[in-house]
């Protein structure tokens, strides 16, 4: 029974179209992920919520740390002031005179130091309270005597009803000397915060803290601030937004309870709260120093270590697990529907995206089926270049293929039918992979066909070819001897032409290249006198210049001359009528002296043209010059090229005479060729008929060529 259902099954699955079997199997594996990738999802998101979750409350917690840190940093700068003003009154020497009534102290008279120090106690004590409305009260506690010699107890104490009334009070020493927190302030001169009180005045409670006063290792008394509880409250009102179920206490570090949401806990110990067990865990936590989380009974709690005065407590910041993992649950169940609904919907469209993609597969079955059946007229069309797209591609390659080969086997057969060898199949590209060996033998039948019948065509074709060409060749080549015998003789006569005018031009180059060789001697002595010139201008120049310095030697002594005949024009008028006749000599003299001057710069002019003429001539010669050193220099080249004709038509006269004689040999052998043609002629003829009648018998045949 259990096999036959099996059996049932499988060809129900084996029955099932593709789109709706992939559905199925696809859907069942996209379940499976949902399922895992849920799974995986929610671990990690409820791990990212629960850090989320931490991370919050460790923040809450470390504000919590930051609000005590400034209480007792406020607390701290209140007081020190305080301190520090006692600690100068105490390094100040303590005087026998006492004339100012104490302020704290009725009919007690103190000295100027320490009525200076008692009125700034008192405005310092009022700031103090008046600093915050969680102040209760501060005062002063000194040790008997240790304020002033003759006082046993000074404890001035300021509450916020002597800030309104404008009085200071005290309290007694008594009362207070053996606190916990006035103890070990002055044992272990550090800042102590001590256990909560009820207060007397208004009942609420109280935690004092101590700030020692020790000068040179005495211990004087410690400065005392009272501090409300409800102060704390503002721990959880910056916090209850976040979380309804937050709670805050503080714990000293021996386990005390100092503040806590339920005041039934307040001053008592962890052992009288929970078991030893969580007792000794505590103990073991709270020594390392460290924040650390810890969650039972619902309640999530995170301890942060935070520093006050010269101890360490702990702030508890709880919340309920309920409470801080509501959020979380309500994400986990929002994801879990939008996942679900996800699912659905990607199961739908993965189904109807199938059935689309897969619907051209069922054409191509009909159409493989069709082709199974020998239908080759499918055609099929599909829009995508997916896999069926490649499938119905190859599937329309292979029925045109098909059709190809069929239709191309069907006219090659057709044509040999009808005797017709000439056609070439060059579809090669259509027979490919097992199609090969059938286009392969298609193409050899056709081949051995057409070759037989070639050769015997191609036979009777040469024969008649080849007599038909020996006949005309032979008649054709007893023409052309006569006409070459012809020709040769013209040819003869022509070369001896041209043998005679090469020789005349032979000649005429011979007396070119001495007319050339000549001209070039002439050129270049030309060329020298030109240089000759040349040096004698510049000798002419060189004389010029010499004359002109003379010249301008005689116009000096003309000058001197005429200074000379001025001064005896001079020394004549001075002697009067006995100088008479050598004033004429030297007016004479004079007139020669600027004519002699005259003629010089004439002279000097003239010669100054002269070398202008000289060197502009000079110039004109040096061209000259240059022009005739190139023309001779090409006239050496013209003379070189007219050698190399001369020895180049020398050579073509010993050529034409080799021809010459060539073509008399030429003559003779075309005049015996001649004979022999004429023999072939009559040969060829009889061979081309025989080979007429094989041609007629092959034209019945229509073949490749």
């Known amino acids: ?102 302020q704290v102290l009725d009919g007690v008279m103190m000295s100027e130091p320490r009525i200076d120090t008692e009125i700034m106690i008192q405005s310092t004590l009022n700031a103090i309270v008046q600093s915050n409305d969680y102040i209760e009260g501060a005062g002063v506690v000194f040790n008997p005597n240790k304020y002033q010699s003759d006082i046993p107890e000074y404890t001035p104490f300021v509450t916020r009803e002597d800030v309104k009334k404008g009085t200071i009070g005290t309290i007694s020493y008594d009362l207070v000397k053996n606190m916990d927190y006035f103890t070990r302030s002055g044992a272990e001169n550090a800042v102590i915060y001590g256990l909560p009180f009820k207060s007397d005045l208004n009942g609420e409670l109280i935690i004092p803290a101590a700030f020692p006063v020790v000068y040179n290792g005495d211990f004087l008394g410690v400065v005392v601030v009272d501090i409300n509880t409800r102060i704390f409250d ?38 009288d709260l929970i078991s030893p067990a969580s007792v000794e865990f505590y103990k073991t936590q709270m020594a390392t120093g460290k924040m650390f989380m810890r969650e039972n009974d619902g309640v999530r709690r995170f301890f942060t270590p935070v520093k006050m005065g010269s101890e360490t407590w702990w702030v508890q910041t709880a919340v309920s697990v309920e409470e801080l993992t509501h959020d979380q649950r309500n994400v986990l169940m929002i994801m879990s529907l939008i996942q679900i609904g996800a699912l659905v919907a990607l199961l739908a469209m ?77 579809n090669e590209q259509l027979y490919v992979g097992d199609f090969k060996s059938l286009h392969q033998s298609m193409n050899e039948i056709n081949e051995k066909l057409n070759n037989t019948l070639i050769d015997i065509r191609n036979a009777s074709k040469s024969v008649d070819t080849g007599s038909g060409q020996v006949a005309a060749g032979a008649q054709e080549l007893a023409q052309g001897a006569t006409e070459q015998a012809a020709s040769v003789e013209e040819l003869t006569a022509e070369m001896d032409k041209i043998a005679v005018g090469i020789q005349a031009t032979t000649q005429k180059t011979a007396n070119a290249s001495t007319l050339s060789m000549d001209g070039n001697a002439a050129v270049r002595e030309s060329n020298q006198r030109m240089q000759e010139l040349t040096g004698a201008m510049a000798a002419i ?69 002269a070398l202008d003429a000289i060197e502009n001539g000079g110039k004109i010669t040096a061209e000259t010059a240059n022009a005739l050193r190139v023309a001779a220099e090409n006239t050496e080249k013209v003379t070189a090229i007219v050698e190399e004709i001369s020895e180049a038509m020398n050579a073509q006269s010993t050529a034409v005479s080799n021809v010459s004689n060539g073509l008399d040999q030429i003559s003779s052998v075309v005049q015996t060729n001649s004979a022999t043609a004429e023999e ?21 045949f229509r073949l490749r060529v």
């Open 680 to 700: 072939s002629a009559a040969a060829s003829n009889e061979l081309s008929n025989q080979a007429d009648q094989m041609n007629a018998l092959i034209e019945k």
């Open 234 to 271: 503002t721990l959880l009102d910056g916090n209850k937004d976040a979380y309804s179920s937050l709670t805050v206490e503080i714990d000293t570090g021996d386990q005390n309870v100092v503040y806590s949401n339920n005041a039934a806990a307040v001053g008592k110990n962890f052992k």
């Open 541 to 609: 120049t060189e004389k010029s210049n010499e004359i002109y310095k003379i010249i301008k030697t005689i116009d000096d002594i003309a000058f001197q001359t005429n200074i000379l005949a001025l001064n005896a024009a001079i020394e004549a008028a001075r002697a009067g009528a006995a100088g008479k006749g050598f004033a004429v000599v030297a007016d004479e003299v004079g007139n020669l002296a600027g004519k002699s001057a005259l003629a010089a710069k004439s002279t000097a002019t003239l010669i100054q043209d």
């Open 350 to 426: 993965l189904s109807f995206m199938l059935k689309k993609s897969l619907k051209p597969l069922e054409h191509l079955a009909e159409i493989a089926h069709d082709l199974s059946h020998g239908k080759l007229e499918a055609e099929i069309k599909y829009a995508y270049n997916d896999e069926i797209g490649e499938l119905a591609d190859s599937m329309q390659n292979m029925v045109s293929r098909f059709r190809d080969i069929i239709g191309d086997l069907d006219h090659q057969l057709a044509e040999m039918a009808d005797g017709n060898l000439t056609f070439i199949n060059a």
């Open 1 to 102: 029974m259990r096999k036959t259902n099996e059996r049932s099954i499988s060809n129900w699955i084996r029955n099932m179209r593709l789109n709706k079997r992939l559905s199925i199997m696809l859907g069942i594996f996209t379940v499976i992920a949902f399922i895992i990738l849920n799974i995986v999802v929610n671990v990690l998101f409820s791990s990212v919520i629960g850090k989320t979750s931490d991370r919050s409350m460790q923040d809450i917690s470390a504000k919590n740390v930051a609000t005590l840190d400034a209480i007792t940093e406020r607390n701290r700068v209140l007081a020190e002031p305080l301190v520090r003003s006692i600690l100068n009154m105490a390094a100040q020497p303590e005087t026998d005179e006492k004339i100012y009534p104490s």
